[in-house]
């Protein structure tokens, strides 16, 4: 006759479980934060490389009262750079880049 033990079957308990998601919704809290800083960290440091590449090729300009258009055309900028620079709010006055106004 078959003894009628029940198979012992391995599973996590409701308490492993709630412990679990605790943990995880704890490290969500802690990263979600750091990540948002360090996007807008990344987002003014590229801001600043972009605004010194700008005032790099103005000062290289040869002409008098460079202009995005002059400088596109003289091909120090790209039409990408200039397009950018304008719809950022980049301006240059008298000699110098400014910006962005926002």
Known sequence: MKSLRRKKQSAFTLIEMVIVLFIISLLLLIII???NSQKNSAKNKTDAAFKTTLQTQVDMYD????????????????S??????QKEGYAIENGTVVGPKK
């Not at 990408?80 to 620079?85: D, L, T, W, Y």
């Open 33 to 35: 934060p750091n990540i």
């Open 63 to 78: 002409g008098d009262n460079p202009t995005w258009g002059k400088l596109q055309s003289d091909n120090y900028l790209s």
């Open 80 to 85: 990408a750079q200039v397009n950018k620079a």
